[in-house]
Each structure stands twice: as C-alpha cells, then as structure tokens.
C-alpha cells in the first residue's frame, strides 16, 4: 500500500517535502514502475502534478513552473516531493499514485 506525509500548514512562499511510502513491494517491482503525484482541491477534479519513471526521469505538469521536485529512493521504496514557492493555490490534497494503487492522500494548506 501508499502511505503519504509530510503535509501541513504553510504561509505562501514556503516549502514542504512530501513523502510517499510504497509498503509490501519488492525492490523490483518498486524500481521498475513510475509513481505519480497528484492532487485534489475542493470542488476540483483529481489533476496530476509529477512522475518518476523507472530510472529517475522526471515530468511535471505545466503549472508546477519549476517550483516542485519529485524524486526516488528505491532502497526506501520511497518518492518525494519537494514543494517550494508555494501559492494558495496550491492548497489541496496530494496523493501518490503506482499501477492502480492510490494512498489516503496528505492534506497541502497554503495560507495568503
């Protein structure tokens, strides 16, 4: 299962580092298969905001501008999100996502 954290309260500008921890996977299956980020803001659709493809390679979503790192410690069966920069309106619940599997999401406030 997905196990995400790191969330909280944090005034614009400010940063947070989201984790999300792959439980009961083997380091091959872990290794061998991308993992999402994404997000859910109130009265919104889920969007995406980041993948790490096997190997590392990264993608972001047009409106992360640079602000967000994803990123992947395989031993740990663990991906990361830094966010910086943030806006309110990055306020929303973030959730990782590998094959079909979804984590209970952590909660992203951004305060103006």
């Known amino acids: 299962r997905l196990v995400e954290s790191g969330g909280g309260l944090v005034q614009a500008g400010g940063s947070l580092k989201l984790s999300c921890k792959v439980s009961?996977?083997?380091?091959?299956?872990?290794?061998?298969?991308?993992i999402g980020w994404y997000r859910q803001a109130p009265g919104k659709q889920r969007q995406w905001v980041a993948i790490?493809?096997?190997?590392?390679?990264?993608n972001y979503a047009d409106f992360v501008e640079g602000r967000f790192t994803i990123s992947r410690d395989n031993i740990k069966r663990t991906v990361y999100l830094q966010l910086n920069n943030l806006r309110a309106e990055d306020t929303a619940v973030y959730f990782c996502n590998m094959q079909d599997l979804w984590g209970q999401g952590t909660q992203v406030t951004v305060s103006s």
């Open positions: 790490t493809a096997p190997g590392g390679i990264a």
């Open positions: 009961g996977s083997i380091l091959s299956v872990f290794s061998g298969n991308a």
